[in-house]
């Protein structure tokens, strides 16, 4: 294959990380669900079940965060870096919040903005296997920047809905930041991240089963019922399709756009600055939704979750990804 041409090559190859990705067996697992509901299986995952797997993996992944961090070791340069990826997450979902609530629910338009402002696992995967094919190679802290910023974009989301909300408007803001950190959600996530990193390595290797080994086939339940769900509610989707489809290729695009560029002034490196434009740009459709089926529950995973997973996606691994690289490579 290394015979093509270099330019039919990195076709070839980016057809190669769109096929690896689009058959993980999680994803596969979602659009299982979403079969299940289409033909009118009995297929159900108790409430309790599923209320559960979202609290594993929002501890899972706050506990690896940290852990990550703490291995890494905090340097100026880790904490220039951490500092930016939250204020990325902070900023995306204050700003998209209020285009989003023009035509949507508050409850609805948190949830998507939290979804925006915070991460996709999946595609930081396939970001370091596109990095892979450039050899090149992140630094270890860019995967605690990637779980750091999980937490912020579902602060700002519930600060948001909590603010605007029609039944919450009195409350003061102090109470409403404080609600939000306090939010079980919120504090599992972030307390686990916490815990991670003070965690003897030792003793933290006593879990590791738990937070590690078994975490994709729980994340593949999860989405199994995410799927039964999405596919429920996908009319919510079909509603607002036009509105919702261009919000979820169109702003993707501008914050990983604007982040290679901008990113050059936190780092010079190439692997980190690609990391960062990946992650601004991606939406998550694991750790939010798990937040929000607690925090939020008016808001409709029939419309988030297809919009990060559905349009999102999709279009980072396909487009968003040599475009925001393109962009790095012509700012040096």
């Known amino acids: 294959m290394r015979n093509l041409h ?16 689009l058959t993980n067996p999680t994803i596969l697992f979602f659009l299982l669900g979403m079969i299940a509901i289409w033909v009118k299986s009995d297929l159900q995952i108790p409430e309790s079940t599923a209320k559960f797997i979202s609290l594993y993996l929002l501890f899972s992944i706050g506990f690896k965060g940290g852990q990550e961090l703490s291995h890494s070791g905090i340097t100026n340069q880790v904490l220039i870096c951490l500092v930016f990826g939250i204020a990325l997450a902070a900023i ?20 998507i903005a939290a979804a925006y402002g915070s991460v996709s696992a999946v595609t930081f995967v396939a970001a370091m296997a596109f990095l892979e094919m450039q050899q090149l190679k992140p630094g270890g802290h860019m995967v605690a920047v990637m779980a750091l910023m999980e937490s912020p974009a579902i602060i700002v989301g519930v600060v948001l809905m909590n603010r605007f909300s ?3 408007n009195s409350k003061k803001l102090n109470s409403i930041i404080a609600h939000s950190f306090t939010n ?129 996606f999709p279009f980072n691994i396909t487009i968003g990804m040599p475009l925001y690289y393109a962009v790095i490579q012509m700012s040096l």
Do not use: H
Not at 6 to 21: A, R
């Open 184 to 312: 079980g959600s919120v504090l599992l996530i972030f307390g686990s991240l916490i815990i991670g990193f003070i965690a003897d390595g030792k003793q933290a290797e006593g879990i590791k089963p738990f937070t590690t080994d078994i975490f994709k086939g729980f994340l593949a339940i999860f989405l199994l019922e995410m799927g039964m769900v999405t596919a429920k509610r996908f009319s919510a989707f079909k509603k607002y399709g036009a509105f919702v489809t261009l919000f979820a290729i169109i702003i993707p695009c501008i914050n990983g756009l604007l982040t290679a560029y901008f990113s050059g002034w936190i780092t010079d490196s190439v692997a980190d600055r690609f990391i960062f434009s990946i992650l601004a740009a991606s939406a998550s459709y694991i750790a939010v939704p798990a937040a929000m089926k607690l925090a939020a529950p008016k808001a409709d995973p029939g419309l988030y979750i297809p919009m990060a997973l559905g349009v999102t």
């Open 6 to 21: 270099p330019e039919k090559y990195n076709t070839f190859m980016q057809f190669e990380i769109l096929i690896s990705n």
């Open 166 to 168: 029609e039944t919450q």
């Open 92 to 111: 995306i979902p204050a700003y998209t919040f209020f285009i989003l609530k023009r035509k949507l629910s508050i409850s609805d338009s948190g949830a």
